[in-house]
């Protein structure tokens, strides 16, 4: 009877320990998947993290020559400011990449999602001070090759 109620035990407790060895292995399979989620979720937010810019090729008239970017880049952070204020322009971080006095042409970096609302601040600007301005989008590229070649376009000259 001893015996019988030894073997018991012994089972009971063999029984035991293989279901803690399932319940143990489920638990390190549940957390390696977790881990490999959030390995995939780190990539996607590093993904999302860097956005995609856009180039604005813009031609500027005015009845006084524009000469310096930094009078190209007060112009557009007003006229940002007036159409959606510091938020618009911390959203789309505007910056003239390249001016050309002579010419009167320059490019305008910013992001993808959001370029629209750009050349739509571009279009409200009229004057600035005692100088009358119009800032005529030319084209949109994703590339700043691409904007450089459609700055020096011959068939886009006006």
């Known amino acids: 009877m001893n015996e019988e109620i030894l073997l018991i035990i012994v089972l009971i407790l063999l029984a035991y320990f293989i279901a803690r060895s399932f319940m143990i292995e ?10 490999a989620n959030m390995h ?23 009845n006084q020559p524009l000469t310096r970017v930094e009078e ?17 322009i911390g959203e789309c971080r505007p910056q003239v990449v390249y001016f050309s006095s002579r010419r009167s042409r320059g490019i305008l970096r910013t992001y993808h999602d959001c370029y629209e609302k750009v050349i739509a601040c571009l279009s409200t600007v009229r004057c600035q001070g005692d100088r009358k301005i119009l800032i005529i989008p030319v084209k949109t590229t994703g590339t700043l090759k691409k904007a450089r070649w459609y700055l020096f376009d011959k068939n886009l000259a006006r």
Not at 26 to 35: C, D, G, Q, S
Request: one cysteine or more; aromatic letters at 4%.
């Open 26 to 35: 489920e638990k390190i399979r549940l957390l390696r998947e977790n881990i």
């Open 40 to 62: 995939r979720s780190e990539e996607k937010e590093k993904i999302q993290l860097r956005k995609r810019k856009r180039y604005v090729v813009f031609h500027v008239i005015s």
């Open 72 to 88: 190209i880049n007060s112009i557009l952070s007003n006229a940002l400011r007036s159409c959606g204020g510091e938020l618009l």
